[in-house]
């Protein structure tokens, strides 16, 4: 495992980052974890191998495990949000990401009928997706975006998101930004996601990676999050003492 993936975005953490205390009940929300981006890149032909040699060198899987198997222990919530990448059969007019849409997707092909879609929305098997998990689908980057996600979170009773996921300075970014206009506590263990400009930018440098990890790490993530490290997120967790069951919505029993 490569060093410098490993420690990219946890050598940026602010000093006194372990310091502090869970807001109410805690669910765990895993993003685009999916076969057709962090798993197997189906998603992401122009990012090539780096990619996913950079997920797999900076041990972030092996931590969103840790972290659903902790969450799934205390009985809390893991709630996996996974990407439509291409809902509608046109993308967006500008931007690097609207590029990449159309290279993977060349012509539409409808999320709701194409088994090579289906496929790629799926939860990686390295997270070992239980039945009492929640999966959701979002489109087109944060997680809130048509998939009920602020809904659930309602309905279990949650104050607090502990974000991780990919990729770092896009997806669990903005999670929190917008988590916190629903007045929704957000942690981030930033170790647990990873930072990842695609190399099809322009202007894209050996280095970037960290230029952009001190830019999120240490300024603007902390804006609006606790952002901290794994390590600590699980000891919070398995020392947690708080509420963790949840209401019967069903109508029927």
């Given at each position: 495992?490569?060093?410098?993936?490993?420690?990219?975005s946890?050598k940026?953490?602010?000093?006194g980052?372990?310091?502090?205390?869970?807001?109410?009940?805690?669910?765990?929300?895993?993003?685009?974890?999916?076969?057709?981006?962090?798993g197997?890149?189906?998603?992401?032909?122009?990012?090539g191998?780096?990619?996913?040699?950079?997920?797999?060198?900076?041990?972030m899987?092996?931590?969103?495990?840790?972290?659903?198997?902790?969450f799934?222990e205390?009985?809390?919530?893991?709630?996996f949000?996974?990407?439509?990448p291409?809902p509608l059969?046109?993308?967006?007019?500008y931007?690097d990401?609207?590029?990449?849409?159309?290279a993977?997707?060349?012509?539409?092909?409808?999320?709701?009928?194409?088994?090579?879609?289906?496929k790629?929305?799926?939860?990686?098997?390295?997270?070992?997706?239980?039945?009492?998990?929640y999966v959701?689908y979002?489109?087109?980057?944060?997680?809130?975006?048509?998939?009920?996600?602020?809904?659930?979170?309602?309905?279990?009773?949650?104050?607090?998101?502990?974000?991780v996921?990919?990729a770092?300075?896009?997806?669990?970014?903005?999670?929190?930004?917008?988590?916190?206009?629903y007045w929704?506590?957000?942690?981030?263990?930033?170790?647990?996601?990873?930072?990842?400009?695609?190399?099809?930018?322009?202007?894209?440098?050996?280095?970037?990676?960290?230029?952009?990890?001190?830019?999120?790490?240490?300024?603007?993530?902390?804006?609006?999050?606790?952002?901290?490290?794994?390590?600590?997120?699980?000891?919070?967790?398995?020392d947690?003492?708080?509420?963790?069951?949840?209401?019967?919505?069903?109508?029927f029993?």
């Amino acid at each position: 495992m490569s060093e410098q993936d490993r420690t990219r975005s946890t050598k940026f953490l602010r000093e006194g980052h372990a310091d502090f205390e869970i807001i109410g009940k805690p669910a765990l929300c895993v993003n685009h974890m999916q076969r057709g981006l962090a798993g197997e890149g189906l998603f992401i032909p122009n990012w090539g191998p780096n990619a996913k040699k950079g997920i797999m060198d900076s041990g972030m899987t092996e931590k969103c495990r840790e972290l659903c198997d902790a969450f799934r222990e205390k009985g809390l919530p893991v709630i996996f949000v996974n990407a439509i990448p291409k809902p509608l059969p046109y993308s967006l007019g500008y931007g690097d990401l609207a590029r990449e849409q159309d290279a993977a997707f060349p012509e539409f092909r409808p999320y709701y009928t194409d088994e090579w879609t289906r496929k790629g929305v799926e939860v990686m098997p390295e997270m070992g997706l239980t039945d009492k998990d929640y999966v959701l689908y979002n489109w087109n980057i944060h997680p809130f975006t048509n998939s009920g996600l602020e809904q659930l979170c309602r309905v279990l009773s949650v104050d607090t998101l502990v974000w991780v996921g990919f990729a770092q300075n896009s997806v669990v970014y903005t999670s929190c930004l917008v988590a916190s206009d629903y007045w929704i506590n957000s942690i981030v263990p930033v170790d647990a996601s990873y930072i990842c400009v695609p190399p099809m930018t322009p202007g894209y440098h050996d280095g970037i990676d960290d230029i952009v990890a001190e830019a999120v790490v240490r300024v603007m993530m902390p804006t609006v999050a606790r952002v901290t490290d794994t390590a600590a997120v699980l000891g919070k967790i398995r020392d947690f003492t708080g509420k963790t069951e949840e209401q019967d919505h069903r109508f029927f029993k």
